[in-house]
C-alpha cells in the first residue's frame, strides 16, 4: 500500500531520517522511568554514506568514541524506498537507537569511567561484543517499547510484530541455508511466502545469512533469555521487583554471554532479598 512509502528521493529519505529522529527524543523522556542508568552519549539518525549504501540493506547502529568526542549513529540505507516501510520505521528506531543498542553499547562503553570500582569495567569488557546479548537486547528493546505506552499506532504496532516475525523466519531460513543446503531462491520464497518485508529488503537479508552463518539466530535467542530472567525476577521480588533495577543489572556488567547474564541476574535478585 502507498500509504507506507515516503517519496524515492532524498527528500523521502530525509523525512524518513526525521521521522525516526523524533521518535527517539520523544523514547528519552520517558526512559528514566524504566532504567536507573542512562548513557552519557548521544544519539544522530544518519543516512548511510554513498559509497557503501545498499538498497534495502539492514538499518544499523555504530557506537560512538568511548571518549564521547562522536556520538553514536543509527544508520539507514535509504537509496530504495521502496524497500523501508513506514509501519516498520518507530520499531527499528527504538532498537537501533534507545531504548535498544545505543543504550547497551553507550552505558557498557562509559563503565570504564565509573567511580565506584565495584561497578568499573576494564576496557576490554567495555568493547566486547557477544551477538546473542547485544541483538537479544535489542530485540527485547522492541517488545518494551510497546510496554512503555509507545507503538499506539495499530500500523506501527504492526510494525513491531512484523519485526518479531521476521526474526522468527530467520531462524527457519538459516538452518535452511546451513544446515540442509537450501538454494538463495528457496529462501527468499520462504521469507516472501511467510512475512510481509518487502522483496528488496528480503534479498539483502538473505545475503546477509548466507555469509554470516547463526547471527541472524541470536536475536529470538537472546531477546527469549532476557524476557526468561525478567519473569524469574518478578516472581521471586513480587513487590521488590523494579524494571530499573532489572534493566540496570542486565546492561552494567557489558555484553555477556548468556550463561553468565542469569548468574549476574540470580546475584541480583539474591542481593535485594537481602535487603
Not at 535509504?78 to 545505543?102: K, Q, R, V, W
Request: glycine letters at 10%.
Amino acid at each position: 500500500d502507498k500509504q507506507f512509502y515516503l517519496p524515492n528521493n532524498d527528500a523521502g529519505a530525509q523525512q524518513y531520517i526525521d521521522l525516526a529522529t523524533k521518535h527517539i527524543e520523544e523514547m528519552k523522556l520517558a526512559l528514566p522511568k524504566y532504567f536507573g542508568r542512562l548513557p552519557k552519549a548521544d544519539l544522530i539518525v544518519k543516512r548511510v554514506e554513498p559509497y557503501r549504501e545498499e538498497p534495502g540493506g539492514a538499518q544499523h547502529y555504530q557506537s560512538g568514541t568511548p571518549d564521547g568526542s562522536r556520538p553514536g549513529i543509527y544508520y539507514a540505507h535509504l537509496s530504495d524506498m521502496n524497500a523501508m516501510a513506514t509501519y516498520m520505521l518507530e520499531d527499528i528506531a527504538y532498537h537501533e537507537g534507545l531504548p535498544g543498542h545505543h543504550m547497551q553499547i553507550s552505558i557498557q562503553q562509559e563503565l570504564e569511567a565509573e567511580t565506584d570500582p565495584a561497578k568499573r569495567l576494564p576496557k576490554f569488557r567495555t568493547q566486547y561484543g557477544y551477538t546473542a546479548y547485544s541483538e537479544g537486547w535489542g530485540l527485547y528493546a522492541e517488545a518494551l517499547s510497546r510496554e512503555m505506552g509507545f507503538l499506539k499506532d495499530p500500523y506501527s504496532h504492526y510494525g513491531q510484530l512484523s519485526g518479531e516475525i521476521w526474526r522468527a523466519i530467520r531462524l527457519v531460513v538459516d538452518t535452511g541455508i546451513h544446515s540442509k543446503g537450501w538454494t538463495e531462491e528457496q529462501a527468499v520464497k520462504y521469507f516472501l511466502d511467510n512475512g510481509p518485508t518487502p522483496e528488496g529488503a528480503v534479498r539483502s537479508e538473505i545475503r546477509r545469512y548466507i555469509v554470516w552463518p547463526g547471527q541472524a539466530t541470536c536475536y529470538k535467542i537472546g531477546m527469549i533469555k532476557i524476557q526468561e530472567l525478567r519473569a524469574v525476577a518478578h516472581k521471586e521480588l513480587g513487590d521488590k521487583f523494579t524494571m530499573a533495577g532489572f534493566h540496570d543489572t542486565v546492561l552494567g556488567g557489558g555484553a555477556l554471554p548468556l550463561p553468565v547474564l542469569e548468574a549476574r541476574v540470580k546475584r541480583w535478585i539474591e542481593k535485594v532479598k537481602a535487603g
